[in-house]
Nanobody
Framework: VQLVESGGGSVQTGGSLKLTCAVS??????????VGWYRQPAGEALEFVAR???????????VHENSVKGRFTISRDNDRGTVYLPMERLVPEDTGLYSC?????????WGRGTQVTVSS
């Protein structure tokens, strides 16, 4: 299983970025996997950003950490095995290494992350 994040970069306060996580190796199982984005500021602990649970036969609702609600919107494309995180109105506190995670019945996989830097 491989997760590859892209879309990070350096922006000023108020700017926008769109992160993408391409997942390979789980093919037809991807719709069943829960997917999420996490971030880790330099020297700090890993933080939850957003999650979109998987499942077959029903549609779940995405969950976002309070500080990003209304600015970030997680989405997933089950046909492409891809997870997205458009981010708007970025602030310096959003700076960090953003990593994608997929999990299902005790299996959990991580990407290497993409750096987001927001300057004031």
């Amino acid at each position: 299983v491989q997760l590859v994040e892209s879309g990070g970069g350096s922006v000023q306060t108020g700017g926008s970025l769109k992160l993408t996580c391409a997942v390979s190796g789980i093919a037809d199982l991807f719709p069943s996997f829960d997917v999420g984005w996490y971030r880790q500021p330099a020297g700090e602990a890993l933080e939850f950003v957003a999650r979109f649970d998987g499942g077959v036969g029903f549609v779940s609702s995405p969950v976002h950490e309070n500080s990003v609600k209304g600015r970030f919107t997680i989405s997933r494309d089950n046909d492409r095995g891809t997870v997205y995180l458009p981010m708007e109105r970025l602030v310096p506190e959003d700076t960090g290494l953003y990593s994608c995670n997929v999990r299902y019945i005790g299996r959990s996989y991580w990407g290497r992350g993409t750096q987001v830097t927001v300057s004031s």
